[in-house]
Nanobody
Framework: QAQLHESGGGLVQAGGSLSLSCAASQLTFEHYAMGWFRQAPGKQREFVAGISWSGGLTIYADSVKGRFTISRNNAENTVYLQMNSLKPEDTGVYYC?????????????????WGQGTQVTVSS
């Protein structure tokens, strides 16, 4: 069974930065597109960023475009999310997900495997 493990969450002041990592195991990582989603308290899970299997295509939610960067290292089976200029509305549990087809996607139903999540809290 594929496993995804997020790390790097924490508490940061508005305007600060955090870098999230997601380590994948028990899957052929380079065959999977990857995505980051988040869920704030009382809200539905929402798409944040996605990256194709090769890393050649990235997509972002409008709310994070220009502030967040998704990247991947296929040799290390890891996907990253660099978050800059953080805002209180970025607070939530951040999940990484793996999609067995190569293209990036905003739709959570297209993702087959999910991590347990890591908490990001941005104080004002």
């Amino acid at each position: 069974q594929a496993q995804l493990h997020e790390s790097g969450g924490g508490l940061v002041q508005a305007g600060g930065s955090l870098s999230l990592s997601c380590a994948a195991s028990q899957l052929t990582f380079e065959h999977y597109a990857m995505g980051w989603f988040r869920q704030a308290p009382g809200k539905q899970r929402e798409f944040v960023a996605g990256i194709s299997w090769s890393g050649g295509l990235t997509i972002y939610a409008d709310s994070v475009k220009g502030r967040f960067t998704i990247s991947r290292n296929n040799a290390e089976n890891t996907v990253y999310l660099q978050m800059n200029s953080l805002k209180p509305e970025d607070t939530g549990v951040y999940y990484c997900a793996a999609k067995v087809t190569p293209g990036a996607s905003r739709d959570d139903y297209e993702y087959h495997f999910w991590g347990q999540g890591t908490q990001v809290t941005v104080s004002s």
